[in-house]
Every structure is written in C-alpha cells, then in structure tokens.
C-alpha cells in the first residue's frame, strides 16, 4: 500500500472546504463570500495541479 502524501492530501481537504463554503455562502445569499471561496477553491486546486505536473515532470 502506497503512503499518504500528508500536504497534497491537506491541499485537497482545503478545496474540498472552500467548495463547502461557497455552497454555504449561497445558502447564506452573500455574493461576496461566494466569490470569495470559488475563487479560492478555484486557486488551490490549480496550484494543487502545478504541483503535481512539477513532481511528476521530475
């Protein structure tokens, strides 16, 4: 069994939490916390995926 990559693993959870949080923000009806988390979800999963193509171009 493969070991568990701790900060990627972190990275995802982080993601997974703004994507939570933009669906909150809707329920809540704010415009501004929506943007907010999608962009930041947004963010982290792209640089979760740079990080990924620079591991594995190594």
């Given at each position: 069994?493969?070991?568990?990559?701790?900060?990627?693993?972190?990275?995802?959870?982080?993601?997974?939490?703004?994507?939570?949080?933009?669906?909150?923000?809707?329920?809540m009806?704010?415009?501004?916390?929506?943007?907010?988390?999608?962009?930041?979800?947004?963010?982290?999963?792209?640089?979760?995926?740079?990080?990924?193509?620079?591991?594995?171009?190594?």
């Amino acid at each position: 069994m493969k070991q568990l990559n701790v900060p990627m693993f972190l990275l995802a959870f982080l993601v997974i939490l703004m994507f939570i949080g933009s669906g909150a923000a809707i329920a809540m009806r704010n415009t501004w916390l929506i943007i907010l988390f999608l962009l930041l979800g947004f963010g982290f999963m792209g640089y979760g995926l740079t990080l990924k193509r620079k591991r594995s171009d190594s």
